[in-house]
C-alpha cells in the first residue's frame, strides 16, 4: 500500500468560462492522464480541480500526461497548473466504491469494479476492472464506445481470431476481445508501470495467460505478423502517428477500431484514413467522444 498519492491542481478561469463545459474536460483530462480521483471546487468565476495520481510513477510522469492530454482535448483553453506535491495515504479503493458502480455497456457487457462481484446481472458478460493508474476503466465515454463497436463487430464479423491492442491501459479491451471469443491477442503499451495493473485485471477474469502476450513498446513499432482486428484508445496524436503503420499489421479483410477522438476531431481523423487507404465502416458516439471502425481492404 502506498503511503501517499501525488496530486496536480489545475486552474480553469476565464472570460467564456462554461462550468458544464469546464467540469467535463478537465474530468476527461484527468481520465486519461491515469487519476485515481479527483475533486473539484467551484470558484465565482471558474472551476478548481484537484487530480490524485499514485506514487509508483514519479510526479513529472503524471504532471506531463495531464499537460498532454490537455494539449490534445482544448489545446487553447487557458488551463494552467495551480500547484501540485504530494498527500498522505486516503483510502481510495473504499472512497471509490460508489464512483465505480456496475456499469453496463453495449448488449453484452458488464464492467465492475472487483468489490461488485456477486452483482453481475444475468444477461450480461461481466469484465471486472480494478480501478487504479491506468487509463481504460470502462467508465470513460472513449472507452464504452470502443467496447460497443467491438462487441458489433464480433456479432456480425466471422473469423476474428488474432487481434492487437495498442494502447492497453487496463487491459479492458483485451479482455473483451477474450470474452467474445478471439483466440490470441497482443496488448502492447507504452508505458512499463502498466503491467502490472494489466496482469491484476487478467487474473481478475480468469484469462488464461497462454492467449495474451504483453509487451511494452511504442504504438506498432517493432510488431511483427498480421491481425484480424486491431483496437485503439488512445489520443488523435498517437493515433495519426500510428495510422501509416495500420494497414501493415492487419489481414486483407482485417479491420481496426479506434477511438479517443472527439467529434471535433472526426473530419481530420476520416481525412486521415483516406490517406492511408483505410475506409471507414461503422461510427459511434458518446457524449462528445467519436470512435470509427476502419477496413482494410481484402
Do not use: C
Not at 77 to 93: C, H, L, T, V
Not at 145 to 172: A, F
Amino acid at each position: 500500500m502506498e503511503s501517499y498519492w501525488w496530486y496536480v491542481t489545475l486552474l480553469d478561469r476565464h472570460e467564456d468560462f462554461e462550468r458544464g463545459a469546464s467540469e467535463e474536460l478537465l474530468q476527461s483530462a484527468a481520465d486519461i492522464s491515469g487519476s485515481i480521483g479527483t475533486e473539484i471546487q467551484e470558484l465565482p468565476d471558474g472551476l478548481r480541480m484537484r487530480i490524485y495520481y499514485r506514487s509508483d510513477s514519479d510526479l513529472s510522469h503524471w504532471r506531463n500526461g495531464l499537460l498532454d492530454a490537455l494539449g490534445e482535448l482544448a489545446p487553447e483553453s487557458g488551463i494552467r497548473i495551480e500547484d501540485m506535491g504530494k498527500i498522505e495515504n486516503q483510502q481510495w479503493s473504499r472512497q471509490s466504491e460508489d464512483a465505480f458502480p456496475p456499469l453496463a455497456v453495449g448488449e453484452a457487457l458488464v464492467v465492475l469494479a472487483p468489490w461488485h462481484k456477486g452483482k453481475e446481472p444475468a444477461n450480461r458478460t461481466p469484465i471486472y476492472i480494478n480501478p487504479g493508474s491506468a487509463f481504460g476503466t470502462g467508465y470513460h465515454e472513449s472507452t464504452q464506445v470502443v467496447l460497443e463497436l467491438l462487441e458489433k463487430e464480433m456479432r456480425k464479423t466471422n473469423g476474428i481470431r488474432e487481434t492487437i491492442d495498442v494502447g492497453t491501459g487496463s487491459g479492458i479491451l483485451t479482455i473483451a476481445a477474450l470474452k467474445f471469443g478471439v483466440d490470441r491477442v497482443l496488448s502492447r503499451d507504452l508505458d512499463p508501470a502498466v503491467v502490472s495493473e494489466v496482469e491484476g485485471n487478467f487474473a481478475l477474469n480468469d484469462i488464461d495467460e497462454g492467449k495474451v502476450t504483453l509487451e511494452v513498446g511504442n504504438l506498432l513499432s517493432g510488431v511483427v505478423g498480421q491481425f484480424d482486428l486491431l483496437t485503439a484508445n488512445i489520443l488523435l496524436g498517437p493515433l495519426l502517428e500510428m495510422l501509416p503503420s495500420v494497414r501493415s499489421v492487419l489481414r486483407p479483410g482485417g479491420i481496426a477500431i479506434f477511438s479517443g477522438m472527439t467529434e471535433n476531431e472526426r473530419d481530420i481523423f476520416l481525412s486521415a484514413l483516406k490517406e492511408v487507404d483505410l475506409f471507414p465502416i461503422a461510427e459511434a458516439t458518446k457524449e462528445e467522444w467519436w470512435g470509427v471502425v476502419a477496413k482494410n481492404p481484402a
